[in-house]
């Protein structure tokens, strides 16, 4: 099974500020089968990043993936308001499809 | 438009069974891999299971192998998870979600606003 580990647990961020968000996983990620979302308490999760660099539909372009191997960055370039929010990647290229712990961005 | 719409959730005793279900609509439900993913309440995601668009191939998490099942009715665009010998451990959240891509593997791109399945006594 491949563990992944979300850096750091929480990180608090004004408005504006640029936030990065790690992800380790404990084997090579194949095909870098690896994605982000964003959840927010009471709705479903939202893909913002799959195969660790390719903004989803709909998705703002300051937010950008990148990273292969084992690890991992997402980077939201300045953050809006509605930016704060739980952030997990997710590996999908071997069974288990693992999520890692996730990320809380809250406000300082 | 696409849209999940899961059912079936409850209350259960632990020990008992529980099927959910999720109907899709708005895509040609056929072609896409379908998903269960959870979310323990004030916890982080966990994958569930999966199962390809002909369900050729299924997955499980180790957390709920011989104890759930996955399945779709292409013809009904409808996917299931047949919940058995169920625990307190898996109350949770339980969402279904679509693939991206419908040729190749990918992230989570539709969700459904989720079922609320509670285990207890």
């Known amino acids: 099974e491949i563990v992944l580990t979300q850096s750091p647990g929480t990180l608090s961020l004004s408005p504006g500020e640029r936030a990065t968000l790690s992800c380790r996983a404990s084997q090579s990620v194949s095909s870098s089968y690896l994605a982000w979302y964003q959840h927010k308490p009471g709705q479903a999760p939202r893909l913002l990043i799959s195969?660790?660099?390719s903004r989803a539909t709909g998705i703002p372009d300051r937010f950008s993936g990148s990273g292969s191997g084992t690890d991992f960055t997402l980077t939201i370039s300045r953050l809006e308001p509605e930016d704060f929010a739980v952030y997990y990647c997710q590996q999908y290229g071997n069974s288990p499809f693992t999520f890692g712990p996730g990320t809380k961005v809250d406000i300082k | 438009e696409v849209q999940l719409v899961e059912s079936g959730g409850g209350l259960v005793k632990p020990g008992g069974s529980l099927r959910l279900s999720c109907a899709a609509s708005?895509?040609?439900?056929?072609?896409?891999?379908m998903n269960w993913v959870r979310q323990v309440p004030g916890k982080g995601l966990e994958w569930v299971s999966s199962i390809s668009s002909s369900s050729s191939y299924i997955f499980y998490a180790d957390s709920v192998k011989g104890r759930f099942a996955i399945s779709r009715d292409n013809a009904k665009n409808s996917l299931y998870l047949q919940m058995n010998s169920l625990r307190a451990e898996d109350t949770a959240v339980y969402y279904c979600?679509?693939?991206?891509?419908?040729?190749?593997?990918?992230?989570?791109?539709?969700w459904g606003q989720g079922t609320l399945v509670t285990v207890s006594s």
């Open positions: 195969g660790a660099s």
């Open positions: 708005g895509f040609t439900f056929n072609i896409y891999s």
């Open positions: 979600a679509r693939d991206l891509h419908n040729y190749d593997s990918s992230g989570y791109y539709y």
